[in-house]
T-cell receptor, first 112, second 115 residues
């Protein structure tokens, strides 16, 4: 079965700093999804990547999928307290439509 | 507005009791999912359904049961056989089979505490 490893597990940054969260898969990724979660709430969809080398941006968040399609990174530029939360990556292994495997999550704290 | 609703937000149960968590969606999605979230473990799939009247076990189905009688609804029952049911439960839906875009949309979650 596919496994996803996120790093780091937690991250504390000062407001205004840039940061990167990584998601590494044990198998080829057919679709990679990034989500954000506030504690005690549901997940909010951020971005989806499907093609090797693909890069997408939304406001100050950029996600990339490497050429070999086994690793993705999420980069936040000039972090703000509103970016704080848990970031999770989810992977579609291509074996069962819609079924995703999730990483364990990265807890981001942004100090004002 | 389209979305997914879960109820209740908080649920308390005595040991030995069964309890049912509600999940409703009005997104016209074919597929629905139930996840369990524990601290530091991400999301683990309990059950999923890709079409009405059909569902499959996920990675941690023991002690849980589901039904899918209507497209909009996918209730989860936590039975007394589940040894450690205290957790945060999340329901999700997606377009399902044949779709190129399988992002899942999540409900707000139900926090279950066994007393």
């Amino acid at each position: 079965s596919q496994e996803l490893e996120q790093s780091p597990q937690s991250l504390i940054v000062q407001e205004g700093k840039n940061l990167t969260i990584n998601c590494t898969s044990s198998k080829t990724l057919y679709g990679l999804y990034w989500y954000k979660q506030k504690y005690g709430e549901g997940l909010i969809f951020l971005m989806m990547l499907q093609k090797g080398g693909e890069e997408k941006s939304h406001e100050k968040i950029t996600a990339k999928l490497d050429e070999k399609k086994q690793q993705s990174s999420l980069h936040i530029t000039a972090s703000q307290p509103s970016h704080a939360g848990i970031y999770l990556c989810g992977a579609d292994a291509g074996t069962s439509y819609g079924k995703l495997t999730f990483g364990q999550g990265t807890i981001l704290t942004v100090h004002p | 507005d389209g979305g997914i609703t879960q109820s209740p937000k908080y649920l308390f149960r005595k040991e030995g009791q069964n309890v049912t968590l509600s999940c409703e969606q009005n997104l016209n999605h074919d597929a629905m999912y139930w996840y369990r979230q524990d601290p530091g473990q991400g999301l683990r799939l309990i059950y999923y359904s890709q079409i009405v009247n059909d569902f499959q076990k996920g990675d941690i189905a023991e002690g849980y049961s589901v039904s899918r009688e209507k497209k909009e609804s996918f209730p989860l029952t936590v039975t007394s056989a589940q040894k450690n049911p205290t957790a945060f439960y999340l329901c999700a839906s997606s377009r399902g089979l044949g779709s190129s875009y399988n992002e899942q949309f999540f409900g707000p979650g139900t926090r279950l505490t066994v007393l």
